[in-house]
């Protein structure tokens, strides 16, 4: 595959321009005197899309709303079903005892003004004035609306400021409704919805706060559905209120639902919102997108508050309560299987081989942040339902005592038991449902508490005889088998402050790892995510799980690395991570992942993942779609509603009915930051009314004790479940040599014979995990006709690291030649368990695959397989780039080789290859791995391969950079130059650390005693990850003066590698709580998580920034390729609007990036290649913060943001060829900060 060329990237720029231009939408409002009637027209369409009327005794309103497209009429105007319903319009229920809102005439209304403000142009303006009349015709209230438009070939966009004036004191009842009201044409039988940004439909929707709403349905005239959606802005008070949802699809937001509110006489109260109008199906992700660029706000915090603040807020229910209100889809059925006082605090469940539920009660859990054994009172519960019919009714206790347990699974002859720092076997040899409590082994320690529900989770049995689970990001742990036999804890006993390993421990902080059960080895499966929970696999045995705050469903690979919510990779050399599957969004907090494979549910639910979510108080269900060598994550359907704000549903099982069970931890905290209903827990059993299972003769015998044969049979049963127990059994008596003798030879035959690809594979897991695998069969069965088959036996043959040669040949072989994405996904995972000298061979082949360049998986695993390569061997690297056909991998390669300063070997290699796109790949890497380099000396064949590559613009830029060694030189001399002037060494300082220099980083210390240059210091250590500097601050912080304070801050805010030492100084008081600014604290929240949150204090006690209105407009200028402002500043916490209008011909647009970051988001958007076209040239990356998308002439865009923490902000257009002149500044300065 070939990276297109600069020239060919430009003339798709011009056929972008082409295909998105056309007449610039332009419009016109104009006023009928007589009517009051104001009329928007847009070119191209000959009757107004947007009527207001303002009668001068009638209240105003819209009415009719026309599509964007032309077609259909999107309001209503006085239907019968509710005819004080005019469009879109503003009335109040309960103003000073007056009804407005259902009295839209004269007697109540009186018209004091309206008039046009801009009546041409890319955007329009009016204003209407009313005063609001009481019984006796006297104003009490004086209402203005102040309307702007713009209008795009697919949506009209509507700013309303709403100000109302007290003429009297001016009270509004608490009423359901009143306030900004939209009608669309509804009808009996139509088919519409109502949707907020919290996912929830129709009367789920009705009262609900949410930052927005949105209403579609059918509309005459047209092909698809017309929506209307409504933006809260977040200044409004009550923000974000609570919506009317009228049984006909009529909406608004509803701040009285809240309370009684008041406008004193002579104050005016100013009201946001935007209107936009569409048509076409429901983003929801979008339409959060146009939110946050309207209001600057982040939709995923305001979503957390909103879910945070409803549970406080909620209503406690009963068991039984929770039942009645929940819903679920038809055909279903829910109930309590087990709740309060049966069960309380449940943090973890699963099965035994009895079909019985296994209970983990966390009565030791107290908030996040603090919490281990105080309670005491933890404990094991057995829960069964002797009589079947869908309620427990039977209670033992297996364990009592051991504190925080957190994850547990039950196989081998006891209970797997996570509860940290360890995980703990459990045995039950003798079956009488008690622990055997003198002989609980401490099989692995170092698991970390820092944020308690965060900790180890989900234990679960692999297909592959392992035990997997999961682990949280803002959980830091070092794992290991414990130096002798380990500690056990008990109540009242304090958290470890260390543990002593038998060799060394590994670490994770965040990821899946696995443990098995008789080789006693550890391996961390795949690091990064947020905080998983909930761990599955499918009928291939693939592994998923579901996560909380970022994207929520991940097809996990062993070996790989993951999106991370916060923190870096441990291996610096990773360059990039691996994304979520999902193709689309829920509310954020998942967990509980399950796939569906049993068969009481329909066939529409095989293969489905079940998932709890949090912040929706709901079951939902995806689709997971085979896509190269991975999985699409697709929207399947809500499943179940608890419609309980109190509900917190984070695990989930499929039992041996087949039915689905989900564990309800049960708080009015639902994000577990404290315990307001520590009595309480629930597990709830969703079923079908009808089950299709078929309950064959001993469906529900005790697993155990049934024969190997029987247990062979199972293989080939519908219920997962029972395929799953008759594993785990086997692998426990092959332990014991108990396997029958004809066991391995039926599950051959199985193998073998059986014609279902799914029962082949459930044959092969079972003989692995009881040996009855030999290296002779694994290797027979690479050459299986079914792809799964020959990727695990890949997996197997590399289990215990030590492939044999002709395995190793064989992997080489396929590499080369196998057609599977899947294969080839296998053994680049393989690669990582396999020697150095090894890999080379395999990699060859892998990269040669040019049909991979675009897989989702494919070229990050294989990189992360050759990374330590380079290195090692770098001339031999360079060869295996330049025979790759994955431009990612050639990339990373040069830039790998560049970080190992391996230059003269990469500009020998330059030198030396023909292909252009090569070249154009490898010296991405080199610049990407250069400018993070402190300094770097020009190769000895540099001049001679510059003269070959000097037409590749990248190459004049690395002649640059290595051509700034002598600068570099001079630089530190002058800093060492005690007799030079203090502006030249600040400047030497600064220049030094804006390329994370060594020579700068080693000296930093000893500067500090430098009073002219303590300051530039404690600013330059932010460029270094270096813990030692945190510490070396905080004990110099008491007896700095106020600007070093204040650079303090700044620095141990910067990453958060010191953000925790930062948050234990303000805990002990070593840095007051009233030294950090507003914008630090906030972003303190984001780096250090929820732990600063506890220490600090949520809600009323985080600072709020309060900013001023800042409105600018930037243009490009017309033929010259550049923006008309150059810089402009604002100050932090200002509420910016940025008008962006392009007046050039070609399309533009503009970013706002983090500070210094403007060239690598440009280089990053050339990259795109045939890409760019789609995205826009908008690179998927952190460092934009803002931007618009691309507007083609006489086009423009509003973007909306809050001005973050003092700092440069570049902003630049990232079309190819523009970067370079089209850019400017941002440069937001410190304002004083008031707290609530």
């Known amino acids: ?505 590994q670490k994770i902080n965040g990821g899946v790892w696995r443990y098995h059960p008789t080789k006693e080895v550890f391996e961390i499966v795949a690091h990064g995510f947020s905080n998983p929970w909930g761990i599955d696999y499918d009928a291939k045995g693939q592994l998923f799980i579901t996560a909380c705050v970022i994207p929520h469903l991940w097809h996990v690979i062993p070996g790989g690395l993951y999106h991370r919510q916060a923190g870096r990779h441990f291996n610096p050399h990773a360059y990039s991570d691996i994304r979520t599957i999902a193709e689309h969004r829920h509310r954020s907090a998942h967990g509980g992942a399950r796939v569906y494979l049993s068969d009481a549910f329909p066939d529409e639910y095989q293969g489905k993942l079940f998932m709890a979510n949090i912040h929706e108080h709901a079951v939902l269900t995806d689709e997971l779609v085979p896509a190269g060598s991975g999985y699409v994550g697709k929207e399947h359907k809500d499943f179940m509603h608890a419609n309980n704000e109190q509900w917190i549903g984070f695990s989930m099982e499929i039992g041996p009915a087949g039915n689905v069970y989900v564990l309800d931890w049960h708080d009015a905290f639902i994000c577990g930051n404290n315990i307001q209903h520590k009595d309480t827990g629930r597990i709830f059993r969703l079923a079908p009314n009808k089950s299709l299972a078929n309950d ?207 230059l003269e070997t990469l500009s020998l290699a330059l030198g030396q290859i023909k292909d252009e796109t090569t070249i154009n790949n490898m010296l991405r890497g080199f610049d990407a791995g250069l400018k993070s380099l402190d300094e770097a000396v020009a190769p000895a064949s540099w001049q001679e391969t510059y003269k070959k590559i000097e037409k590749y613009p990248l190459a004049k830029e690395i002649a640059l950079i290595l051509g700034d060694s002598e600068t570099n030189k001079a630089l530190i001399s002058t800093l060492d130059n005690s007799k030079a002037t203090s502006v030249d060494r600040r400047s030497a300082l600064k220049t030094l650390a804006s390329k994370e220099h060594h020579a700068l980083k080693d000296r930093l210390v000893n500067l500090l005693n430098d009073s002219n240059l303590s300051n530039d210091s404690i600013v330059a250590m932010a460029s270094y990850d270096e813990k030692s500097f945190s510490r070396e601050l905080l004990s110099r912080y008491s007896k700095m003066n106020v600007e070093e304070k204040s650079a303090t801050i700044k620095t141990l805010s910067s990453q958060s590698s010191y953000a925790q030492k930062f948050t234990d100084a303000i805990k002990s008081g070593v840095v007051p709580r009233n030294d950090l600014p507003a914008y630090i604290v906030q972003k303190m929240r984001r780096i250090a998580g929820p732990r600063f949150v506890d220490i600090y204090g949520g809600g009323s006690s985080i600072p709020v920034i309060e900013g001023e209105k800042f409105q600018i407009t930037i243009s490009t200028i017309e033929g010259k390729m550049l923006y008309d402002t150059k810089e402009f500043e604002v100050k932090t916490g200002d509420s910016v609007s940025l008008k962006f209008r392009n007046m050039d011909f070609p399309p533009h647009n503009l970013l706002i990036v983090k500070p210094g970051k403007a060239d690598e988001v440009a280089k990053m958007a050339l990259e795109l290649g045939e890409k760019g076209i789609s995205k826009q040239w908008q690179p998927d990356t952190p460092l934009i913060l803002w931007g618009s998308k691309a507007i083609n002439h006489k086009e423009e865009t509003v973007i909306n943001f809050i001005a973050p923490e003092p700092g440069n902000y570049p902003y630049v257009c990232t079309f190819p060829g523009h970067a370079t002149l089209m850019r400017g500044m941002m440069k937001v300065v410190a304002r004083n900060i008031k707290t609530k």
């Open 1 to 505: 595959m070939k990276i297109l060329n600069f020239k060919k990237l430009l003339s798709q720029v011009l056929v972008f321009a082409l295909v998105q231009s056309g007449v610039a939408h332009s419009l016109e409002a104009k006023l009928d005197e007589k009517t009051g009637t104001i009329t928007i027209h847009r070119d191209g369409l000959a009757k107004p899309v947007v009527t207001q009327n303002a009668a001068a005794d009638h209240r105003p309103y819209l009415h009719p709303i026309i599509g964007p497209n032309g077609k259909g009429e999107f309001t209503q105007y006085s239907p019968g079903h509710h005819k004080h319903q005019t469009g879109i319009y503003w009335g109040f229920t309960r103003l000073n005892g007056r009804d407005y809102f259902h009295n839209p005439r004269g007697d109540y209304w009186k018209r004091k003004d309206v008039k046009v403000i801009e009546a041409k142009g890319d955007s329009v303006k009016w204003e209407t004035v009313y005063d609001l009349l009481d019984a006796n015709g006297n104003a009490v209230l004086t209402e203005t609306q102040r309307w702007s438009m713009t209008s795009s070939k697919d949506r009209h966009v509507l700013d309303l400021e709403w100000m109302g004036t007290g003429q009297t004191n001016v009270n509004i009842g608490k009423y359901p409704y009143g306030g900004l009201f939209v009608r669309m044409p509804w009808k009996k039988g139509i088919k519409g919805e109502a949707v907020n940004a919290a996912r929830d439909t129709d009367r789920r929707a009705e009262g609900k706060r949410a930052m927005w709403l949105d209403v579609g349905m059918e509309i005459d005239g047209r092909d698809d559905w017309g929506h209307i959606a409504i933006f809260d802005h977040h200044k409004n008070a009550g923000y974000p209120q609570p919506w009317r949802v009228d049984g006909q699809l009529g909406v608004g937001p509803v701040r009285a639902r809240l309370g009684d509110w008041n406008i004193a006489k002579g104050k005016t109260e100013t009201i946001r919102h935007q209107i936009q109008v569409y048509g076409g199906k429901l983003n929801g992700k979008e339409l959060t997108d146009r939110w946050k660029a309207y209001t600057g706000q982040r939709g995923t915090y305001a979503l957390w508050q909103l879910a945070k603040r409803a549970g406080r807020d909620a209503k406690f229910l009963t068991p039984q309560e929770a039942v009645d209100n929940s819903t679920i889809e038809g055909g279903f059925t829910v109930n309590s299987w087990a709740n309060e006082p049966m069960i309380t605090q449940p943090m973890a469940f699963c099965w035994d081989d009895k079909g019985r539920m296994w209970v983990a009660e966390n009565r030791d859990y107290e908030t996040r942040g603090r919490g281990f054994s105080a309670s005491g009172d933890s404990r094991i519960l057995i829960l069964e339902d002797t009589d079947r019919d869908g309620v427990a009714d039977k209670r033992s206790v297996f364990l009592e005592g051991v504190p925080f347990p957190s994850a547990m699974a039950v196989g081998l002859d006891g209970l797997w038991l996570g509860a940290p720092p360890n995980l703990l076997f459990v045995p039950d040899r003798n079956k009488d449902d008690k622990a055997d409590v003198d002989d609980i082994e401490v099989r692995l320690t170092g698991w970390g508490i820092r944020d308690r529900h965060e900790v180890l989770n989900s234990l679960h049995w692999g297909p592959d005889g392992w035990i997997y689970g999961c682990q949280g990001v803002f959980t830091p742990s070092v794992v290991g088998k414990p130096k002798g036999t380990g500690k056990l804890f008990k109540h009242g006993e304090p958290y470890p402050k260390s543990v002593e390993f038998e060799g060394e421990g």
């Open 696 to 902: 064959w003769e001993g469906r529900y015998e005790d697993v155990e004790k049934l024969s190997d044969a029987k247990l062979v049979s199972y293989q080939t049963n519908v219920s997962s479940w029972h395929a799953r127990r008759a594993r785990v059994v086997l692998h426990g008596r092959s332990i014991k040599g108990k396997l029958d003798k004809g066991t391995h030879r039926s599950l051959k035959q199985m193998f073998r014979k059986n014609k279902n690809a799914d029962y082949r594979l459930r044959a092969l897991w079972a003989l692995h995990i009881t040996g009855g695998l030999n290296e002779s069969e694994n290797l027979k069965n690479l050459n299986d006709e079914d792809e799964h088959i020959r990727a695990w036996s890949i997996q197997f043959l590399c289990e215990d690291k030590n492939p044999s040669n002709r395995a190793l040949k064989k992997f080489a072989s396929m590499a080369n030649k196998d057609s599977s994405p899947v294969v080839r996904l296998y053994l680049a995972s393989a690669m990582q368990r396999i020697s150095m000298g090894n890999r080379w061979a395999i990699a060859a082949g892998l990269v040669t695959h040019a049909e991979d360049a675009d897989d989702h998986n494919l070229p990050k695993m294989i990189w992360y397989g050759v990374e330590p390569l380079v290195p090692e061997n770098p001339t031999r690297a360079m060869n295996l780039a330049q025979a790759s056909q994955l431009p990612l991998v050639t990339e990373y390669i040069a830039r790998r080789a560049t970080n190992a300063r391996q």
